[in-house]
């Protein structure tokens, strides 16, 4: 029988299918690790925005949580819309009993503009859920929140970036640029070095879900035994792709293309 890595995404939902668990399922599947899903909010959302918002009862994520648990060993598993404390303090119970590779993408905004987390949540968050990750993502918005800094230059993002290890008990932060003007830099500090990650701007409006696929990109290639610089250079790569290969599909911010990274290696053959 063949092994496979398996990864585990607990999070928010996303009809449309560019964010949240579709996207991390879809990311999972295309860097061939084996993905499974647990579902904390049912989110009715699309390119547009958020319509609604139905939480699950907490009592029916801790089965989820079980279900997989007692069945299936975890490698990797990352964390994304979670958006009330009692969901984060079952989350929080179950998974720090695994000593497996955790990636904190710290959900707080959609692209839309749209809140996905409660404030109370957002500080049980940075107190408890950070202190558990092998890396946490935010953007710069979230590591503004949770650092109570002002990002306006690179130099405040390392310095952001050192609060999130050296203050909050993350074993590292990637902090991402998406949001700054330029080329997007993303600045990865894991207690002893800074190391950067670039790429060209991709002139594009299809963002819907880029964030997710980035975390769940690095989940996948921890997963696989991969080091921490190489799983984040190799999913910048991975997300680079499916924003340059995004769909122009719905009314608003269209997703980003899980297969981009094909599409390139294609391009590539036939140039
Ligand atoms: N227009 C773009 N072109 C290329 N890369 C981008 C673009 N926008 C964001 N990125 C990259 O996509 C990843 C997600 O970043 P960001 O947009 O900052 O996060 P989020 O989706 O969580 O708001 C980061 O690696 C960032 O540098
Ligand atoms: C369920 C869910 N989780 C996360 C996001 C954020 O998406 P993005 O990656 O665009 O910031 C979202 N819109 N919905």
Not at 127 to 146: F, G, K, Q, W
Not at 223 to 231: F, G, P, R, Y
Request: overall charge negative; charged content about 20%; some cysteine.
């Amino acid at each position: 029988m063949k092994q496979v890595s398996t990864v585990l995404t607990i999070a928010g939902t996303d009809p449309s299918g560019g964010a949240g668990i579709q996207a991390d399922l879809k990311t999972f599947q295309e860097l061939k690790s084996y993905g499974m899903s647990v579902i904390t909010s049912v989110v009715a959302q699309n390119t547009t925005g958020v319509q609604d918002v139905h939480h699950l009862p907490i009592e029916f994520i801790e089965k989820q949580l079980d279900s997989v648990l007692t069945d299936i060993p975890v490698n990797a598993f990352k964390t994304g819309m979670i958006a009330t404390e009692d969901m984060m303090r079952v989350i929080h119970q179950r998974m720090r009993q695994q000593d497996i590779y955790y990636v904190l993408d710290p959900v707080m905004v959609a692209t839309s503009g749209d809140v996905l987390i409660n404030e109370n949540a957002r500080d049980y968050l940075r107190d408890y859920l950070i202190p558990l990750s092998t890396v946490v993502t935010p953007n710069i918005p979230e590591a503004e929140y949770l650092t109570e800094t002002s990002i306006t230059s690179m130099e405040d993002m390392k310095a952001a970036a050192k609060i999130l290890v050296n203050e909050l008990g993350a074993s590292a932060a990637l902090i991402k640029g998406g949001h700054l003007e330029g080329h997007p830099i993303d600045w990865l500090y894991n207690g002893d070095e800074f190391y950067k990650f670039t790429s060209n701007r991709i002139n594009t409006t299809s963002t819907h879900g880029t964030g997710c696929t980035y975390s769940a990109a690095i989940t996948a290639l921890l997963a696989q035994e991969n080091l921490l610089l190489t799983s984040i250079e190799y999913a910048k790569q991975f997300v680079t792709s499916a924003l340059r290969y995004s769909f122009s599909l719905g009314h608003g911010n269209g997703p980003t293309n899980h297969w981009g990274i094909r599409e390139e290696s294609y391009e590539l053959k036939r140039n």
